[in-house]
Each structure stands twice: as C-alpha cells, then as structure tokens.
C-alpha cells in the first residue's frame, strides 16, 4: 500500500531549494552523467528560474519523504518567450501571464500512479486568478 501523497506549495526558493536538487537527482539519476544534466546544471538553472517572476514549487510528500516536484513561473504578455514562436499565439494565451512549467519530476517508484497529472493541476502551481483563468 501506498502512503498518501501530501502537496506543499513553495512562493519562494530557499525552502524548497534542497528539497528540488535532492528529487532531481533522484528523478535523473540515469542521465546525471550528461553535460546538461548534472545536478550543478540544474542547481545553477534552478537558481536562475527561481529568481523570474511568478516562480512557485510544489513538492509532493509521501509519508514526510519527497516523491515528486514540479516547478513553474508566469511569463507576462512582454516576455521574450512569446517572440521565439515561430506562430504568434492568439491572443487569449498572451493577453494575461500564463503558466510556464520548468521541470516535473517524479521518483522511480511513484511513477504510473498519477501524480504527474497531479502537478498538471493548476491551482496548486498558481494562486493568480488571472493565471488560473488562461487554463
């Protein structure tokens, strides 16, 4: 049996920041070799998402252990994001912030039991109304 699965919200880095590093780690640990994906690489990106606007976490608990994350931030109408599209997107997408989903990960042993979907869910990656309502 499966304990239950617990979601705390993070608006701010510093207390989610050990917890991220140690499921990345975890989550890739297969590819950690790569240039791209050591953990100093995700650590270094992390910080740098961290700091952008709209930057929230969450990390799911199973039993006080972590076993998944997922992290996001808005990216406003005047983001750089929006001019790398080779099709502009219509406006309704670009009118308010929209969610940018970063990473989502998910420990070996919880994978297939929906917690991905999980972090899909809006309303626990942003309190913005405006955001919530570009879903």
Known sequence: MTAPVTLQRFTALPGARQHLIGLYREVRADLLHLPNYRAEVFAERLD????????????????????????????????????????????????????????????????GKGLGGVFKCHTHISSDARVRAAW
């Open 48 to 111: 740098r998402h961290g700091a952008e606007p709209g930057w929230q976490a969450v990390i799911a608990f199973a039993a006080d252990v972590p076993v998944g994350y997922a992290y996001a931030n808005t990216v406003p109408p005047t983001d750089r994001w929006w001019t790398r599209m080779a099709t502009p997107a219509p406006v309704v997408y670009t009118a308010v912030p929209a969610v940018a989903v970063k990473e989502i990960g998910v420990i070996q042993s919880w994978r």
